[in-house]
Nanobody, 125 residues
Framework: QLQLVESGGGLVQPGGSLRLSCTAS???????IGWFRQAPGKEREAVSC????????NYADSVKGRFTISRDNAKKTIYLQMHSLQPEDTAVYSC???????????????????WGQGTQVTVSS
């Protein structure tokens, strides 16, 4: 079972940037990876996903043009670069893994069996 650990969260001012990392214990080249977030009092929502080879990516409309997902399978790490952060981006961000041979990843959180513990991102002045 893939084990995932997120890092890079913190407190940032509106308009600022953060880069989150998701580091895996196993061989990530067989796994699609998704980033999800959950704000207080809200349901968890999909942010972005990347296919196992990194060719296919997808983004929630709310983060398109501001967030970029990427991966380095040699380092077993998936990144989420976040720019122009706003208070509404405040949430616990979690990465999740799904072993798959399909060319594209899914934004459906229920399709991902392996989850990290999450990292807090707070956007506030």
């Amino acid at each position: 079972q893939l084990q995932l650990v997120e890092s890079g969260g913190g407190l940032v001012q509106p308009g600022g940037s953060l880069r989150l990392s998701c580091t895996a214990s196993g061989n990530t080249q067989y796994y699609h990876i998704g980033w999800f977030r959950q704000a207080p009092g809200k349901e968890r929502e999909a942010v972005s996903c990347i296919s196992r080879g990194g060719v296919y990516t997808n983004y929630a409309d709310s983060v398109k043009g501001r967030f970029t997902i990427s991966r380095d399978n040699a380092k077993k790490t998936i990144y989420l670069q976040m720019h122009s952060l706003q208070p509404e981006d405040t949430a616990v961000y979690s990465c999740a893994g799904r072993q798959s041979s399909t060319p594209s990843c899914t934004m459906n959180q229920h399709s991902y069996p392996a989850w990290g513990q999450g990292t807090q991102v707070t956007v506030s002045s």
